[in-house]
Structure formats: C-alpha cells, structure tokens
C-alpha cells in the first residue's frame, strides 16, 4: 500500500546550520499550514543539533524536539555540496533508526523527505534505493503537495484556483515542446535601417523599426564561456559571437564579464582570481567584441569600482546599448563591488548623468536582488519604481524595465503577472516627452529544472507568461531576455542559446494564435490579477507619498540611503552590513497567497503603507 499522509501528521522541517538557505523551507511550511497540518521548523539549537548529530547531546537534541512536537513527517533541506548533503543526511537517518524513532521500529517517524540539489537527490535516492522521496526545487506548489500525498480535499480552493493559470501554461508548454515545432522556427529577417549594426546604432532605432514592423520581441541573452586560462577565454567567447552573429536569433548580447573585469578593469591582475566569465580588462578587448558581434547589440555590466569611467570607456569602444546600474546593489553588501551603499550610490548617480550626456538607456538592475535576499513583493516593486524616479530626475530619457519573474519560484504566475503590471503602470504615469520606458521580461534566475526536457517546457510556459503582461499590445514586450533552458547544469553555448530562443519565439507565436482562436483566451482569472496589481499599484503610490514626506531629497545618494536604512526596503536574508541596515533585515517575510510578504509573528500580511508609516 502506497504511503499517504494522515491528517493528525504533524511536520518537522529541519536543515543543518551552515545552510542559510530558509526560504523554501518557510514557504514549503506555509503552504503545509495552509492545507491545515501543524509544521514545526527547526530553531538554530536542532540546526547545530543537526550539523553535528553524532554527538550524543545533539541526538538527544533532536530526539526531544521530535518526541516533544510528536512530529510523524520529518523534512531534511540542504542546498550545498551534494557529498556534504548525503553524509550529513546519511548520520542523521542512521541515529533516527539507532534510537528507533522510526516507523519500521515502532518509532513515531512514518516518513523522512529530502530537499537539495539535483545531484544531492540523486545520491539520496541510489543509496536509500527510492525510499526516500527527494526535491530538487523545481516542484510548482501543487506538484510538490502532490508529492507529499497530500488528500486533494485537504489542499485549499485558493491553491487550486489561482495555480490554474501555472498548471494551463505548463501544459501548453509540454504540448509546444512535444510538437517539435520551435525546431522549425527560422530568425527573423534582418532590420533595414540605415544605422544598422554601425557604431551609430542604438537600442531604441531598433525598438521602433521592430515595433514598425510589428515583429516578435527583440532577443537578448548573456553571453560568456568559462575557462581559468584568459586567452582562452577571450578567443572562445569572441568565436562564440561570431557564431551567433552568423545564425542571426540573436539581437542583443549581454557580456558574461568576470567579476575581476567588473572591479579591476585595466589594472595589473596577476595572480587574482578570475571569478568566473570573460576576463575582459582593456578596451582593445572590448573593441575586439564589438567587431566580432556585429550587426548584434551590445551591453556589458557596469563597473563596480570605478563606474563613471568605465561608463565612458564603454560608450567609446562598445557603443554600449544601454547601461545596466543597481544602486543599492554590486557593493560590500552583496560582495560584488569594494565600496560601500553610500558610495555606490553617488557614484552610479554621477553615473545617471554620464549616460545621459550620451542619451542611453538605463536598465535599473535592483528590484530581484532585494527578492534574492527575501525581499517582500511590495519591496520589488517600490524599488523599481524609485530607481525610475531617480533616473528621470537626474536626466535619463530612456529606461529598460526588467522584470525578472519566477522570483523567487514559488510566486503563482498571476502574482508575477500583477508585480510586472504595477510596475508598468507607475512607470508608464512617469513617461513623457522626455522619459520612455521600454518593457523587457525575463524567466527567473532558478526557475528551471536540471531535467532539460522540464527545463524546455518551463521556457515554453514562462514565454506565454511575458506576453499576458500586456495582452492587448502586440508590440510587447519590446525585449525578451532569454535565460537559455539549460542553465540550471550548465553554462549556455550557443546552440542552446540559439535553442532557446526558439522556444520562446515559437511559444509567443503559438500563444497568440491560440489565444486568437479563444483556446486560451480566459485562462487569467482577471478580476483576480487586477485586485493583485492594485495593491501594488496603490500601496507604492502610499509610500512613495510617506518618503517624499519625511525623507529630505529621496533621490539623491543620501536619500535613497536613508529609504534602505530606515527599513522601508526589506532584505531580511542580506549576508554582510547586517548591523548597518538591521532595520532592513528584521523582517519576518514568507509565500503567502502565491506572493511574498512581510508576516507578522501568526503568519499574516502586515500591510505595506502601515508598516511604513510606523517606522516615522
């Protein structure tokens, strides 16, 4: 008889402590909660008990916790290094069976789960011959209720109803992807216009022949082999934009750039440690990429230790699309950059007006990296929207919105569909003669699945999802930022980059025509998205209010400063400047109704523009 999950089990999630990783295993208790079963998350004394289980006090430890909370299903998480994951895993399972809390010898566990990385599952699930079922992440909510057998009755109405819209687009995607039809899908023919590919070519010429045209969005990807030996590198990803400049799917390519040519640019490197990515570190080099690219696009990160020059150099040797800043971001706090919040904001400000000298775009690449750290939804949102104030005010005519969906994954697709919405709309009410915001989506940084044929159905689904943000404008989005299906195992070459620019194309083809034909046209539940989407909408609006009250000169360094310190912006799983920003990190935030937000200490919402006004 198979297993199946009784109604009086009571969860205990638990994970060792040197795996910070702890907002899958909050949003997995809460959507067990919300199916009305009682889920205990170990504390940091099971975490230690856990790391070190072989000690008698620390089983002793654990063994109350679960003998206490008369916890039946136990959920083991670790993120790390798949050796690590399956001895720490394998210690804990042998000292549950030595002291016989297991089922099988009368004890009170009737079953141990484990979440980790895929080759973790995949050792978890040869030594302990398929006994113990595994998660690898890519599970949507419904699927990983499923697979804990949970009673179909017991799942709540809203989880069912509102995960609709997933369920309908991944069988979309599956039926795309089995059809074959992307395999047959040819590049658009080439853009005729007189400054195309030349030196004097820009982002928004393209747009607007593109938009003439009324053809598929423009295609972007990242771009950038690894290889410890730099001239390597170099001459490999210099073949690789021959290479997708000659098949043509290609419009935009981003430079995968290490983090070395990111902080050290057209310094001495010597022994330094490359970091990952194209070792770029003279304008010889980026000229070079320039030629080999075209009649491609071309963008690059910014620097992080001296932005405005680098600004420059990039105009001058790459005529740089459009420039890529984060204010808060790529600093001391993240480890990405040398200087601290402060400094980074003035100098990519001083940066603003650079670029606007030039009449660039500015792409603010801000908003997921507060999700990244558990930021809450309205977070996302708010910090978007006042990346955009700052930008227009400071001179900048043209702005790349980027929405990263699927951030983190376990968001329902109507709540991506309602933070990309809200955005749209508070951007949109600030363009005018002199400011023009330019829409471009893309699949979120570990969405997909390290089963490529899941990972290509995934693509499918989440291309469909790009062209619901505006349903009525064919015309959008204008870029699509495609993150390659393989890139959950391995880095993108071009043939899967060209590959997965075929999946998208042939998915928002495929989606309009159904769409068209009435096959898919009532699959959002509108009423649902719109009430989402204005309570992004107006509560940004409330607090852009309460900044611009309270805060002297919000869009100034200092300002924007003052916002992140003063707790207005949530970052509750930031690693350094903890102490700095602690009004920042003391938030409680978790999934709630497929979106993320700021708990209070029962597991309910606390509203945004209360919370806000509080802190003044």
């Not at 940004?540 to 400063?561: S, V």
Request: with cysteine; glycine share 6%.
């Amino acid at each position: 008889m198979s297993f199946r999950i009784h109604d009086n089990d009571i969860f205990g999630l638990i994970r060792p402590d040197n795996d910070i990783h702890t907002l899958g295993i909050s949003s997995f208790a809460n959507i067990i909660e919300n199916c009305g079963y009682k889920v205990y998350i170990g504390d940091e004394q099971i975490a230690k008990a856990v790391s070190s289980i072989a000690h008698l006090d620390n089983i002793t430890i654990l063994e109350n916790w679960i003998l206490n909370k008369k916890i039946t299903i136990i959920g083991f998480s670790y993120r790390l290094d798949p050796q690590d994951a399956q001895i720490n895993f394998g210690k804990v399972y042998y000292q549950l069976k030595e002291k016989k809390l297991l089922e099988e010898d009368q004890g009170p566990i009737r079953q141990i789960y484990f979440a980790g990385l895929p080759e973790s599952c995949s050792r978890i699930k040869h030594e302990y011959n398929n006994r113990i079922p595994v998660f690898m992440g890519d599970e949507t909510q419904l699927e990983t209720l499923k697979n804990f057998k949970i009673p179909t009755e017991r799942i709540p109405k809203e989880i069912i109803e509102n995960t609709k819209y997933d369920e309908i687009r991944l069988d979309f995607g599956q039926e795309l992807i089995a059809s074959g039809k992307h395999n047959y899908t040819r590049p658009l023919p080439r853009l005729r216009y007189p400054n195309y590919g030349t030196a004097h070519d820009t982002i928004m010429d393209r747009i607007r022949e593109n938009r003439f045209g009324n053809r598929l969005p423009l295609m972007r990807a990242h771009v950038g082999p690894y290889s410890p030996n730099y001239r390597e590198a170099k001459e490999q990803f210099n073949s690789w934009l021959k290479a997708l400049s000659n098949t043509g799917y290609l419009d935009i390519v981003s430079i995968g750039s290490s983090q070395l040519s990111q902080s050290d640019f057209g310094n001495d490197w010597r022994d330094k440690p490359n970091g990952g990515g194209v070792p770029i570190n003279s304008e010889k080099d980026l000229i070079k990429i320039w030629e080999n690219s075209r009649p491609m696009l071309v963008r690059t990160y910014s620097g992080t230790r001296e932005t405005q020059r680098l600004a420059r150099i990039f105009e001058k040797s790459l005529n740089i699309c459009w420039h890529a800043l984060s204010l808060w971001w790529f600093n001391k706090i993240d480890g990405r950059g040398p200087h601290d919040v402060l400094t980074n904001l003035k100098n990519h400000i001083e940066t603003f007006h650079i670029i606007a000298q030039h009449n660039k775009p500015v792409e603010p690449n801000i908003p997921h990296h507060f999700s990244f750290r558990g930021g809450d939804d309205y977070t996302y949102v708010l910090s978007s929207y006042l990346a955009a104030l700052t930008a227009k005010k400071h001179g900048i005519k043209y702005l790349i919105l980027q929405v990263m969906l699927n951030t983190p994954k376990y968001t329902w697709g109507i709540q991506d569909l309602a933070k990309a919405r809200a955005l749209l709309k508070l951007l949109r009410e600030l363009e005018d003669d002199n400011f023009r915001v330019y829409l471009q989506p893309r699949a979120g940084l570990d969405y997909f699945s390290p089963n490529m044929d899941k990972a290509k159905v995934q693509l499918a689904a989440v291309s469909a999802m790009m062209d619901d943000i505006e349903p009525d404008n064919y015309n959008s989005p204008d870029i699509i930022h495609v993150v390659s299906y393989c890139e959950a195992i391995m880095l993108a070459t071009p043939a899967y980059i060209n590959e997965s620019i075929q999946i998208t194309m042939a998915a928002i083809n495929e989606y309009r025509r159904l769409k068209k034909a009435g096959i898919y046209s009532n699959i959002i539940d509108e009423e649902e998205a719109e009430t989402r989407t204005r309570s992004l909408y107006i509560a940004a609006k409330k607090i852009r209010n309460i900044i611009e009250t309270n805060i002297a000169y919000p869009y100034t360094p200092l300002g924007l400063y003052e916002i992140f310190k003063k707790g207005i912006l949530t970052a509750p799983y930031l690693w350094e400047g903890r102490e700095e920003f602690k009004n920042a990190v003391k938030w409680k935030t978790g999934l709630y109704s497929g979106g993320i937000h700021v708990l209070d200490e029962a597991g309910q919402p606390i509203d945004p523009v209360i919370r806000i006004k509080n802190l003044f």
